[in-house]
């Protein structure tokens, strides 16, 4: 297993509300990435953070917000869910925000579900 | 914009035999990284091999290799002496150089190993 930790495992949310997903990065990673994992596709990127700050988003909506703090842990923030958001949100760390230090090491996931 | 295409929803394969996924890709980038993760039942996404494109040597990594043509855009990933851990999804995955260190993932091939 790698040292990516997220929480919670499971969180069930009604269409509008907003929901805070929490990724704690391994020991020594500056660098967090967020995927979305829709059901039987792969993981499609979301952003990344880099030393506190946005580093690269995808083609998500501005509803889709992030946080990385001084200790690189991070939060993924989705405002106004719709059904379609329903997924496995998975959260990468790697060691440094550039392809050369390209490996990343990925949480479990958190399993949204929308109603 | 890059795309990754894995052709096989599905594959099967008897314990001890050998298997090959495939993967194409499409970019106009002359430098970039490609990779091989697994995700079993389990959800967390592990590592099996990457290929930097300037690296003419395909990898291998224990039972795991990969054949990397550069030229086709091709870059499927052979399983020897398959164990039944080796069940999972397996997803190939792209990523640009000197751009941070998003990943582009394609849909994914789901393996079974039978006993």
């Known amino acids: 297993e790698t040292g990516v930790t997220q929480s919670p495992t499971h969180l069930i949310k009604t269409r509008g509300q907003q929901v805070t997903l929490r990724c704690s990065s391994q020991?020594?990673?500056?660098?967090v990435s967020w995927y979305q994992q829709a059901l039987g596709q792969g993981p499609q990127f979301i952003f990344q953070y880099y030393r506190e700050e946005e580093n690269g988003r995808g083609n998500f909506p501005p509803r889709f917000s992030g946080l990385q703090f001084p200790n690189y842990s991070s939060e993924l923030n989705v405002n106004a869910l719709e059904l379609d958001d329903s997924a496995l949100y998975l959260c990468a760390s790697s060691l440094g925000g550039r392809a050369r230090d390209y490996e990343q090491y990925f949480g479990p996931g958190t399993r949204l579900t929308v109603t | 914009a890059q795309t990754v295409t894995q052709s096989q929803p599905e594959m099967s394969v008897q314990e001890a035999e050998t298997v090959t996924l495939s993967c194409t890709y499409d970019t106009s980038e002359s430098n970039y990284y490609l990779f091989w993760y697994k995700q079993p039942p389990s959800r967390q996404m592990i590592l099996v091999i990457r290929?930097?494109?300037?690296?003419?040597q395909n990898a291998t990594e224990n039972r795991f290799s990969v054949n990397f043509q550069k030229a086709a855009k091709s870059f499927s990933l052979k399983i020897s002496d398959s164990q039944l851990g080796d069940t999972a999804m397996y997803f190939c995955?792209?990523?640009?150089?000197?751009?941070?260190?998003?990943?582009?993932f394609g849909g994914g091939t789901r393996l079974m190993v039978k006993p």
């Open positions: 020991s020594g990673h500056n660098t």
């Open positions: 995955a792209f990523m640009k150089d000197n751009a941070g260190n998003m990943l582009t």
């Open positions: 290929q930097e494109a300037y690296k003419q």
